[in-house]
């Protein structure tokens, strides 16, 4: 009923830039939480940064002054600004939401993934 799709990912050259794109759409009522998490080959998946409902963002101290988390409420869209890249960000960057449709409690949706791959 529910689905995010990620849009944005490539190969770049290290000191280059990306933005990432993700779109709620289907049986929505309201939106929460909305971020994006990352997973290198053979790494854990970690939490790259988030925007809350509410206006705040937080952000992994590995990207902190490089990445920024951006939210059009009105388009269920969030997006990732990646500048400064590195090869340390190489990994798929998956989008999450928390939503809310319009007869249940919200559950948590992840998008399929976007590849990211940054060259030295």
């Known amino acids: 009923q529910v689905q995010l799709v990620e849009s944005g990912g490539g190969l770049v050259q290290a000191g280059g830039s990306l933005r990432l794109s993700c779109a709620a759409s289907?049986?929505?009522?309201?939106?929460?939480?909305m971020g994006w998490y990352r997973q290198a080959p053979g790494k854990q998946r970690e939490l790259v940064a988030t925007?809350?409902?509410?206006?705040?963002?937080n952000f992994a101290d590995s990207v902190k002054g490089r990445f920024t988390i951006s939210r059009d409420h009105a388009k269920n869209t969030v997006y990732l600004q990646m500048n400064s890249l590195q090869p340390e960000d190489t990994a798929v960057y998956y989008c999450?939401?928390?939503?809310?449709?319009?007869?249940?409690?919200?559950?948590?949706?992840w998008g399929q993934g976007t590849q990211v791959t940054v060259s030295s």
């Open positions: 925007f809350t409902s509410g206006g705040s963002t």
């Open positions: 289907g049986s929505i009522s309201s939106i929460g939480a």
């Open positions: 999450a939401a928390t939503v809310r449709g319009p007869f249940g409690p919200s559950r948590n949706y």
